[in-house]
């Protein structure tokens, strides 16, 4: 079946760059996402990706995809603390509508 | 701007007591979710709504139903809650295959 793995935290330095990776089973994926969700709140839609694509760079974030190696990853340049939150990564074949969430990767700032 | 709402963000029942949570939307997007998310998890689909065909999940508890009763206003029932159920309930729309917008959620204590 489908599955979205992700590492559960990360830890970085205000300032330095994150990366937050993703691998995923479902050769058919299509879509790929990134949301983030702050303590307490919703899913916020960060960025996606088509499958098609490489790379896709929205100010200080950057999303890479490697298709063949079904690996996705989101940097976030200069991260800072307000940054820290869970991101999720999501994928979804192009027939279906319902996506497929990983577990979701905690990232911490510290000064 | 709010484009997917939910009502109340927090709500406390009783072990057993039936609990209503809404949803509403001003995206005038066609299909209509909910979640049930749990501390350090992947938001899990209980059912959606494609247009007005309400689509269950088969590990969904017969405990929870849905009502959509036009295409802005969703609903979630839990007929008797159980300290189980207590969990954060997020609500997502899109149109059609597209991209999925959470709501702020609803964070529902069980006592």
């Known amino acids: 079946g489908e599955d979205v793995e992700q590492s559960l935290f990360l830890s970085v330095r205000e300032g330095d760059s994150s990366v937050i990776n993703c691998t995923y089973t479902?050769?058919?994926?299509?879509?790929l996402y990134w949301y983030k969700q702050e303590p307490g709140a919703g899913l916020q839609l960060l960025t996606y990706?088509?499958?098609?694509?490489d790379m896709k760079q929205d100010q200080r974030l950057t999303v890479l995809l490697n298709k063949k190696d079904k690996h996705l990853s989101l940097r976030i340049a200069d991260t800072q603390t307000g940054d820290s939150a869970i991101y999720f990564c999501?994928?979804?074949?192009?027939?279906?509508?319902?996506?497929?969430f990983g577990r979701g990767t905690s990232l911490i700032v510290h000064p | 701007d709010a484009m997917v709402i939910q009502n109340p963000r927090y709500q406390v029942t009783q072990f057993g007591k039936p609990v209503t949570l809404s949803c509403s939307q001003t995206?005038?997007?066609?299909?209509m979710y909910w979640y049930q998310q749990k501390s350090s998890q992947a938001p899990k689909l209980l059912f959606h709504?494609?247009?007005?065909?309400?689509?269950n999940e088969a590990d969904t508890p017969d405990n929870f139903q849905s009502r959509r009763p036009n295409t802005s206003f969703c609903f979630l029932d839990i007929r008797s809650p159980g300290l189980g159920d207590a969990a954060m309930y997020l609500c997502?729309?899109?149109?059609?295959?597209?991209?999925?917008?959470f709501g702020p959620g609803t964070r529902l204590l069980v006592l």
């Open positions: 997502a729309t899109s149109r059609s295959q597209e991209t999925q917008y």
């Open positions: 479902d050769s058919s994926s299509t879509y």
């Open positions: 995206l005038n997007h066609n299909v």
């Open positions: 709504y494609y247009d007005k065909d309400f689509n």
């Open positions: 999501a994928e979804r074949a192009g027939g279906s509508y319902i996506p497929t």
């Open positions: 990706i088509f499958s098609n694509m």
